[in-house]
Every structure is written in structure tokens, then in C-alpha cells.
């Protein structure tokens, strides 16, 4: 089994950045791949950024890419969310998740391992 714990969710106004933190425990490997999706109120839960164990390959949503950067700390077993030039549209419960293997998936249902969620609130 997997867990994820995420912190560093909070209130904060547009065009202020947060840097969201997934400490994992359990019997995750470099051999699996993290992510991150979102949950905006009312809506689908959504793909926002992934990232290997192993290389550091990283992967976004367009909507994301040059705002959001997702890094990885592989000593402390903890993957990052840094997220700049936030919008109100950034509104959302932000979560950690992760799976065996190297491929990633945009769609939320292809991931097996999930954190409870930090809630992000982006004041306009």
C-alpha cells in the first residue's frame, strides 16, 4: 500500500503563488510515477502535473504548463506542486496521487493511490 499526505493548501490572492507538498510513505518505489489533479467546486477532478520517481520526467496540463512546476525530493520521499500566478480559476482541492509504472495518465481513474486533499482558495 501507498499513502500520501498533502500539505501547504491555504488562502491566497490572485497572482500569489503556493507551493503544495506530498510527503508519500508505504511501499512506494522509484518506480512509480506522482501526480497532481484538481477539484474545482462542482466540477470533474482534473489533471494538473506528473512526474517520474526515477528520471524527473515531467508532464503538465496546458492549462498549467509555465505556471505550475512539479518537482520531486526522492531522500525525503516527497513530490511538490509549485504554483505561481495563481487565479481565481485555481480554486480547488488539490491532490496527490501515485501508481506503479512509468506511464502517466490525464484521466483521474487510471491512478490507484490518493491523498485526502489540501484545499487551495484563490481571492480575486
Known amino acids: 500500500q501507498v499513502q500520501l499526505k498533502e500539505s501547504g493548501g491555504g488562502l491566497v490572492q490572485a497572482g500569489g503563488s503556493l507551493r503544495l507538498s506530498c510527503a508519500a510513505s508505504?511501499?512506494?518505489?522509484?518506480?512509480?510515477?506522482m501526480g497532481w489533479f484538481r477539484q474545482p467546486p462542482g466540477k470533474e477532478r482534473e489533471f494538473v502535473a506528473a512526474?517520474?520517481?526515477?528520471?524527473?520526467?515531467?508532464y503538465y496540463a496546458d492549462s498549467m504548463r509555465g505556471r505550475f512546476t512539479i518537482s520531486r525530493n526522492n531522500a525525503e520521499n516527497t513530490v511538490y506542486l509549485q504554483m505561481d500566478s495563481l487565479k481565481p480559476e485555481d480554486t480547488a482541492v488539490y491532490y496527490c496521487?501515485?501508481?506503479?509504472?512509468?506511464?502517466?495518465?490525464?484521466?483521474?481513474?487510471?491512478?490507484?493511490?490518493w491523498g485526502q486533499g489540501t484545499q487551495v482558495t484563490v481571492s480575486a
Open positions: 496521487t501515485a501508481k506503479y509504472g512509468s506511464t502517466w495518465y490525464t484521466q483521474y481513474t487510471q491512478w490507484p493511490y
Open positions: 508505504g511501499r512506494i518505489t522509484i518506480s512509480y510515477v
Open positions: 512526474i517520474r520517481w526515477s528520471s524527473g520526467t515531467t
